[in-house]
């Protein structure tokens, strides 16, 4: 009976092992990468104080990389100026100072900052509309590397060693690298991360559908009428009596959508994708920035929506140190 026991035993323990090796567990915080918005994904958690850099292998998140970092000296999201925490969201980062810009900015303050700094967009719009305040988070470097075997120790930037963050600075496209800045990774198996990626991804095809076929009542459904905010024409229902004027010209717009990536926080989702318009009144190409939110259906809406000229067509990144000459 024993004897039994013990095959049995042994032979659901090999194939419990062979069931979770088999598995593939993904972040949450990353469900579609393009090659033009999310090559690259800068992935922060505060936790372990750890920055994961993941790169896009057939629209799915490939860790390349982990090295260690420092973060606010305060635990917590970040809420206001001087709290010296570290703001959890979806962030790009837009500019970069060498270590000679710094210096001639801020003097030998700026020593602190090592060899570099990219500024973030902190507030973003969802920081923005609940009232968060505060700015100048960085992703930097140091005078110091010891600092960042602390952990806790900025005033809210997110900072890593100097020789680190040339490595970093690789995988960066400045206004196109999302960095991603969450107390905890949570890793799901492929089923529920393809579950996760799926309803996001319905409810943008859905909302394009409607759009490219004037299909105004299944458009504006996409979005929620209670949180949702334009920073030119207001509320919902100021967007709404707007879209609806739009939607009733009699021209038929050319609408293309193309590159699309998709990111999440516990919060919220941001989705980036390429939108070529073309019509009588207008003729341009930009990414549109749409930030969503789960109503108390748990069905994504969107809350609210960017929109930026986009440069340049040109989608072959190649990592390269081209912010830092030696």
Same mark, same amino acid.
């Given at each position: ?32 990468? $393009? ?18 850099? &993941? ?11 982990? &090295? ?53 967009? @902190?507030?973003?719009?969802? $920081? ?42 690789? &995988? ?50 996409? @979005? ?26 009699? $021209? ?6 193309? @590159? ?16 070529? @318009? ?5 003729? $341009? ?12 259906? &748990? ?28």
């Amino acid at each position: 009976m024993k004897k039994l026991m013990l095959v049995a035993l042994t032979i659901l323990t090999v194939f419990i092992g062979h069931a979770i090796a088999e598995d593939t567990f993904l972040p949450s915080n990353i469900l579609m990468m $393009d090659e033009k918005f999310s090559h690259h994904v800068i992935l922060v958690e505060k936790a372990t104080h750890k920055i994961h850099i &993941y790169g896009n292998k057939d629209s799915h998140p490939k860790l390349l990389k982990t &090295y260690n970092m420092a973060t606010g000296k305060l635990k917590g999201d970040k809420a206001a100026e001087g709290d010296h925490k570290t703001p959890e969201g979806i962030y790009s980062m837009y500019e970069f100072l060498s270590k000679d810009d710094l210096l001639k900015r801020h003097g030998k303050a700026a020593e602190i900052y090592g060899s570099g700094a990219f500024p973030m967009n @902190y507030p973003n719009f969802m $920081d923005d509309r609940v009232g968060k305040t505060g700015g100048g988070i960085w992703l930097h470097s140091t005078d110091n590397d010891n600092r960042i075997f602390k952990g806790l120790d900025s005033r809210g930037c997110v900072v890593v060693q100097n020789a680190d963050l040339k490595e970093i600075s690789q &995988y960066i496209e400045l206004n196109a690298t999302p960095i991603v800045v969450v107390q905890d990774i949570f890793f799901l198996n492929q089923t529920t991360w393809e579950r996760n990626r799926k309803e996001l991804n319905d409810t943008i095809s859905k909302w394009t559908k409607a759009w490219q076929e004037k299909d105004f009542d299944n458009y504006i459904a996409a @979005y929620d009428p209670v949180n949702f905010y334009d920073k030119s024409k207001g509320n919902y229902h100021s967007y709404k009596t707007y879209k609806k004027a739009v939607f009733s010209r009699p $021209d038929s717009p050319q609408i293309k959508f193309g @590159y699309t990536s998709i990111l999440s926080t516990e919060d919220y989702a941001v989705v980036h994708i390429q939108q070529d @318009y073309r019509s009588n009144v207008i003729n $341009d190409i930009g990414k549109k920035t749409l930030y969503l939110k789960k109503n108390t259906n &748990y069905d994504w809406k969107i809350v609210g929506e960017l929109w930026s000229k986009v440069e340049d067509d040109n989608v072959a990144f190649t990592p390269s140190k081209r912010f830092f000459k030696e």
